[in-house]
């Protein structure tokens, strides 16, 4: 089993930065793809970006350009630089993992055999 827990959101103003955080244990597998995926009120959950086993970045068009997804691999650690936040954005995060080296699509949440509890974004 692997565990994976969200940190970093928050309230911020439009235009501004966050940095989220995931932080596995567990059976913490290799360098294996991983996810971050978001959920508003009232809407299904989003892939917005995903980071494979070679570090290949795949990223929603509606974040392109304004978030990042890098990982840490000495301290098993997933981050989510967020910049010019605009109030759409605003959901609960989720980061998740998918044991195999390449990443399904975005919209593949399905798959992904581990997930967070999440942390709330807040933009106005």
């Known amino acids: 089993q692997v565990q994976l827990v969200e940190s970093g959101g928050g309230s911020v103003q439009a235009g501004g930065s966050l940095t989220l955080s995931c932080s596995a244990s567990?059976?913490?597998?290799?360098?294996?793809?991983m996810g971050w995926f978001r959920q508003a009120p009232q809407k299904g959950r989003e892939g917005i970006a995903t980071l494979t086993g070679d570090d290949i970045t795949l990223y929603a068009e509606s974040v392109k350009g304004r978030f990042t997804i890098t990982r840490d691999n000495a301290r098993n650690t997933l981050y989510l630089r967020m910049d010019n936040l605009r109030p759409e954005d605003t959901a609960m995060y989720f980061c998740?993992?998918?044991?195999?080296?390449?990443?399904?699509?975005?919209?593949?949440?399905?798959?992904?055999?581990?997930w967070g509890h999440g942390t709330q974004v807040t933009v106005s």
């Open positions: 567990g059976r913490t597998p290799p360098p294996y793809c």
């Open positions: 998740a993992a998918y044991p195999r080296a390449n990443c399904p699509p975005l919209g593949g949440a399905r798959f992904y055999n581990y």
